[in-house]
């Protein structure tokens, strides 16, 4: 990977996000007596973030390495969906420079804590603690920030002016709401009336179709769907009318 792309325009004015993934990297240096890690992951936050709020993110998934310290040392690699939340701080509140807290829990609670310092200065700054007490530590860095081409929610996407917009008529087709999440047993047998609207890309020409219904199977009466890009890939889900799991990015 091209030197980590290290975060393009440092965080350029973080407090106004909308949807946005972070991607970041942490790896610490070859020490023998020191416990350490290396991890790569990214959060997906959906409020803004601001010195003043935090954001949540939820079931994150994070691949991690952690070297016990020792002549006999040993390495356990795995993955972890972990939930918590994001902080941030601007220049001048703590170091000279911004930087990003992520601090969270996995989803199977099992002990183990992140802290998590993206950008904070020194080679051990940010720590893992396990449910047996040891301490791991690293150095984290944002890799990427990418925001949702679509915005945060149907209205937002509605009012882009990125967009040309066409109504197609309403059908009855097989639901793709949880196509990749943990829920997608639930689309089994779910075949609602959707209502569709193509959405055309000025700036690349690129057309995505929005799926959406109100046919919610568990409480009724919340917006649900998912989007297409042209070549029938499903690129973000639709839950309460707000947009998650997306993958364009602009």
């Known amino acids: 990977m091209k030197a980590l792309l290290v975060f393009i325009t440092s965080i350029l004015s973080i407090s106004a996000f909308s ?3 972070i991607e970041f990297s942490c790896s610490a240096p070859d ?6 890690f290396n991890l790569k992951g990214s959060v997906e936050i959906y409020t803004e973030l601001n010195e003043e709020t935090s954001a949540r993110f939820y079931s ?3 691949t991690q390495s952690l070297t016990k310290a020792g002549n006999n040392q040993t390495t356990v690699t795995s993955n972890a969906a972990v939930t918590g939340v994001v902080k941030y701080f601007p220049p001048g509140i703590m170091t000279k420079e911004e930087f990003i807290l992520i601090q969270g829990l996995p989803k ?3 002990g183990t ?3 998590l310092a993206l950008n904070f200065p020194g080679k051990f700054s940010s720590k893992i ?3 047996e007490g040891f301490e791991y530590a690293s150095e984290c860095k944002t890799i990427a920030k990418k925001t949702c081409l679509f915005g945060s929610d ?7 002016e990125r967009f040309t917009s066409k109504k197609l008529p309403n059908l009855f087709t097989q639901s793709r709401v ?3 999440t943990k829920d997608e047993d639930a689309d089994i047998g779910f075949k609602p009336l959707v209502a569709r609207t193509v959405y055309t890309d000025k700036v690349t020409g690129e057309s995505y179709t929005l799926f959406y219904t109100f046919d919610d199977e568990y409480d009724g009466g919340n917006t649900i769907g998912w989007i297409e890009d042209a070549n029938g890939n499903k690129v973000a889900s639709i839950g309460d009318s707000d947009i998650y799991t997306c993958q364009k990015f602009q």
């Open 129 to 131: 603690r396990t449910k």
């Open 178 to 180: 949880y196509e990749g």
């Open 113 to 115: 804590f992140y802290n």
């Open 154 to 160: 149907l209205g937002e996407l509605s009012d882009s």
């Open 31 to 36: 020490i023998p007596y020191k416990y350490r």
């Open 60 to 62: 994150s998934v994070m």
């Open 108 to 110: 199977d609670n099992d």
């Open 19 to 21: 949807i946005t993934t």
